[in-house]
């Protein structure tokens, strides 16, 4: 959406998102948190910058008011560290067992600056593919929690707001598209991006950053890392000139310390996201099929 009048000319960026993550707390994180880094990374993902937030609860009849009250204080500590703020927002009740806990739907607004112009359409061949972060935390934080399930040192969600982060980056120049790869994980959001570019994307095993964590508990529970939720990362497609000073620039960042260049942009096979393995293979790598963890977010 933009305006456009003698004075003023901005475009808005909208989104929403309803989250139902089991169980609502979780090690580094919670239900509320995970609202509101959702959505403000949503925006983030676009090049924009998140304003305003609303938020909805569906809670179930006997609630515990004070998790209730965690929940809400976590949402408020995260909106002010994503320097955002929630506006509006609605409660309703469901019966005894019509519900899980609470439910919670966030959708945020925000602004894209004068010639921001995020999109897998702009990928070119050449470019460089990095990634902020560890891969899998979120995932295996929300699995263990839910199973009764330790890990020493203990696995935590990477939930954070990358609005800030972003925009720095932004700030270089020659940021191509980003998306943040929740659902479905890395591998799922690469191959998405690389459906949409026409592109092939080369990745190297080697250079993916993975917690000895969730190495561990992948190993242990048959899991696939590349295919695991994260909350706190995000993918960016740069330009081959530009990759180096942004992972600098990155790792300066709390947020960005696991930043690495995993990989490039090719000319073909169109559409395919292709892995060099730690043994000298190639896999071809492919969207999820189904939810490996469900109601992870």
């Known amino acids: 959406m933009a305006r456009n ?25 919670n239900i509320g948190e995970l609202a509101v880094y959702g959505t403000v990374n949503d925006l983030a993902m676009v090049g924009a910058r998140p304003l305003y937030l609303s938020a909805g609860f569906i809670f179930e009849e006997g609630f515990l008011v004070n998790d209730m009250k965690k929940i ?9 560290k994503a320097d955002v703020k929630i506006i509006a927002g609605d409660t ?8 899980d ?17 995020i999109s897998p359409l702009n990928i070119k061949v ?7 972060g560890t891969i899998g935390n979120h995932g295996v934080a929300v699995m263990a929690e839910r199973n009764g399930l330790s890990f020493n040192p203990p696995v935590l969600s990477d939930t954070a707001p990358l609005n800030h982060i972003v925009q720095e980056m932004l700030g270089y120049g020659g940021v191509h598209a980003m998306r943040d790869p929740t659902r479905g994980g890395l591998a799922t ?3 998405e991006m690389a459906l949409e570019s026409g592109l092939c994307f080369e990745v190297s095993e080697e250079a993916i950053p993975v917690a000895h964590g969730v190495i561990g508990a992948s190993e242990l529970l048959g899991l696939d890392p590349l295919y695991i939720a994260n909350e706190g990362i995000f993918v960016a497609i740069v330009k081959n000139d530009a990759a180096e000073q942004m992972i ?10 696991g930043a690495n260049i995993i990989g490039e942009v090719v000319e073909s096979p169109s559409g395919k996201v292709l892995l060099k393995t730690r043994i000298g293979g190639t896999r071809i790598i492919d969207m999820l099929s189904g939810e490996q963890l469900p109601r992870i977010c």
Request: net charge positive.
């Open 189 to 191: 959001t690469l191959k």
């Open 72 to 80: 809400l204080a976590s949402m408020a500590e995260a909106a002010k």
């Open 5 to 29: 009048d003698k004075k003023n000319s901005f475009r808005l960026a909208f989104t929403t998102d309803s989250y139902v993550v089991s169980p609502l707390f979780f090690p580094g994180g």
């Open 248 to 257: 600098d620039a990155l790792k300066k960042n709390p947020l960005g310390r």
């Open 101 to 117: 806990g609470v439910f919670i739907n966030t959708s945020g607004i925000g602004v894209l600056a004068d010639g921001v112009n």
């Open 126 to 132: 050449g470019d460089k593919i990095i990634i902020s």
């Open 92 to 99: 309703k009740v469901v019966n005894k067992g019509k519900g």
